[in-house]
């Protein structure tokens, strides 16, 4: 038995199918950023925010939607978004960004490489990078990851050598 539902701004009030409802969501969905991607599979998989929380296991699953399908916060860590994926049974490549990507790899030795191909210190990758002294160290070593901007450049040198 087909379910029916009401849409909040129908101003006829009629009963809908649940396709016709999940279309009319995902239709002003652009796929530009990965939240969006998040969401438009999500919608299309029926699975609510809340649910999908709770199925990749979030401490909070109400901040769901806030924390993994908001344009202002697209990094949440490789693996959270990996189960996000796995749940919705979606290829990471339809999901991942040009960041995600580069960070899901081994980001590591590629940027060790790229300071090793311009035969740069670790102090001069800081300065190039504009950052405080050691970050680039840290990145080198996974203590911590390179923010968006600094993945952006890495890749333009990159695709210039």
């Given at each position: 038995?087909?379910?029916?539902?009401?849409?909040?701004?129908?101003?006829?009030?009629?009963?809908?199918?649940?396709?016709?409802?999940?279309?009319?969501?995902?239709?002003?969905?652009h796929?530009?950023?990965?939240?969006?991607?998040?969401?438009?599979?999500?919608?299309?998989?029926?699975?609510?925010?809340?649910?999908?929380?709770?199925?990749?296991?979030?401490?909070?699953?109400?901040?769901?939607?806030?924390?993994?399908?908001n344009?202002?916060?697209?990094?949440?860590?490789?693996?959270?978004?990996?189960?996000?994926?796995?749940?919705?049974?979606?290829?990471?490549?339809?999901?991942?960004?040009?960041?995600?990507?580069?960070?899901?790899?081994?980001?590591?030795?590629?940027?060790?490489?790229?300071?090793?191909?311009?035969?740069?210190?670790?102090?001069?990758?800081?300065?190039?990078?504009?950052?405080?002294?050691g970050?680039?160290?840290?990145?080198?070593?996974?203590?911590?990851?390179?923010?968006?901007?600094?993945?952006?450049?890495?890749?333009a040198?990159?695709?210039?050598?």
């Amino acid at each position: 038995m087909p379910v029916s539902i009401f849409i909040e701004n129908n101003p006829f009030k009629e009963k809908i199918s649940r396709e016709m409802y999940i279309e009319e969501k995902v239709k002003d969905i652009h796929l530009d950023t990965m939240p969006e991607r998040i969401r438009f599979y999500r919608i299309k998989n029926k699975i609510g925010g809340l649910e999908m929380g709770r199925l990749i296991g979030m401490k909070e699953p109400r901040s769901y939607e806030k924390t993994y399908e908001n344009p202002a916060h697209p990094y949440n860590g490789v693996e959270n978004i990996r189960k996000i994926c796995k749940v919705l049974a979606v290829d990471e490549n339809l999901i991942f960004d040009d960041y995600i990507r580069f960070i899901a790899e081994d980001y590591k030795s590629k940027i060790k490489k790229l300071r090793e191909l311009k035969g740069m210190k670790l102090y001069e990758m800081d300065k190039l990078f504009g950052l405080c002294r050691g970050t680039y160290s840290k990145w080198e070593k996974g203590i911590s990851v390179p923010n968006r901007k600094s993945v952006e450049k890495i890749l333009a040198i990159i695709k210039d050598n």
